[in-house]
């Protein structure tokens, strides 16, 4: 068999120290040599082979100086995004409002609509117009006379003074009038009218009495 050179032997004894493990073989274990930069004459294990306390931190100190301290990354704040400022309004509201003053002025405008109506007439105005409508076919556009007797110039006044006389004359007509009978003022001069066609009709009725007042004083003082 052969020898482990004593070198080996002291290799092995000094690894085995340097993991705090117990001489191998059983025997006293010699003295250990120094580690390259340790301290001189510090004692390598004590009795009985067991390594002493001192030497059996260094490692462990050493690979807790030798291992980087792992830093814990700090926590990411977290960005909560504000909720979007809302108005309260609907969304239809913003048209609806642009279009109110429009629709107020329309409505106002219906309310109140330009007045179109025609001037307010004098009641000489509104029989002429009644005239024109009811009695002109028979009496002239301008009164002077036809199938009717003549009316301008002052005529209907002279046969008929009165003009509540002439007022009843437009209502009754002469078409209920026999051939022939006097009406009128019996003092005008020249003598009565007398009924010749007995054909104007009762404008009672037909008329308003406010039409028949308005062409009556038409007659009697718009005829020229």
């Known amino acids: ?24 073989g059983g025997g006293e274990a010699p003295p250990a040599a120094p580690a390259e930069g340790g301290e001189a004459g510090a004692p390598a294990a004590a009795e009985g082979g067991v390594p002493a306390p001192a030497e059996a931190a260094v490692p462990a100190a050493a690979t807790a100086a030798a291992a980087p301290a792992v830093a814990e990354p700090e926590p990411e704040p977290v960005y909560f995004e504000p909720p979007a400022v809302r108005s309260g309004i609907p969304a239809w509201v913003v048209p609806v409002l642009a279009l109110l003053p429009i629709w107020a002025f329309a409505y106002l405008g219906a309310l109140n609509p330009p007045s179109s109506a025609a001037p307010v007439l004098t009641p000489i105005q509104q029989g002429a117009q009644v005239f024109a409508k009811n009695c002109s076919p028979c009496h002239g556009a301008q ?7 003549r009316l301008a110039g002052g005529e209907a006044k002279l046969t008929f003074p009165n003009p509540a006389d002439h007022i009843a004359w437009v209502d009754t007509g002469s078409i209920s009038k026999a051939k022939g009978t006097a009406y009128g003022d019996p003092n005008r001069a020249g003598g009565q009218h007398t009924v010749k066609v007995a054909g104007m009709p009762a404008f009672k009725g037909t008329l308003t009495d406010t039409e028949i007042q308005d062409v009556v004083q038409f007659e009697r003082d718009g005829l020229k």
Request: glycine share 16%; no cysteine; hydrophobic share 30%.
């Open 1 to 24: 068999m052969a020898q482990v050179p004593d070198y080996l032997l002291q290799r092995s004894r000094e690894r085995r120290s340097a993991l705090g493990l117990p001489p191998s």
């Open 143 to 149: 009164g002077e006379g036809g199938i009717g007797p």
